[in-house]
């Protein structure tokens, strides 16, 4: 009976990290690394350095891009997410949308308010 416990858990034990060797490590490290490289010649050489690119909406959308890719990778190896029931990562996903749609909201209402109280203020000037 133990022995078959002991079976059991190294079971279970490796299909939790499957696919995680030194070979995928060290690749996921380098995808992040290039990433990160990239961010940085974007900021320093073709804003910064050479003025290729502006500071502006592109530059911007690019940024975000390279970070959820970024935090895509981090999440599905090291947090082993990619490893998970499919019926998981769909909880996991959709709990991220309704946070990322609540910060979207905040952020509208309270650019609203702002612009709101500035053209009538609560206490006017006498």
């Known amino acids: 009976m133990a022995h078959h416990d002991h079976i059991s858990a190294s ?3 490796h299909a939790h990290g499957e696919g995680m060797d030194k070979k995928r490590i060290w690749s996921v490290f ?3 690394l290039a990433l990160t490289a990239l961010e940085f010649l974007i900021a320093l050489g073709f804003v ?8 502006g909406p592109l530059v911007t959308t690019i940024y975000i891009i390279l970070t959820l890719v ?3 990778y981090i999440v599905a190896f090291f947090m082993h997410l990619k490893f998970e029931k499919s019926s998981f990562i769909v ?4 709990v991220f949308l309704f946070i990322i749609y609540f910060i979207v909201l905040m952020l509208i209402e309270g650019d609203y308010l702002l612009h709101h109280f500035q053209e009538h203020p609560l206490y006017p000037n006498k």
């Open 11 to 13: 079971h279970d034990a």
């Open 30 to 32: 380098f995808v992040l």
């Open 48 to 55: 910064h350095h050479w003025a290729i690119l502006h500071k």
């Open 70 to 72: 970024k935090a895509y």
């Open 91 to 94: 909880t996991c996903s959709i």
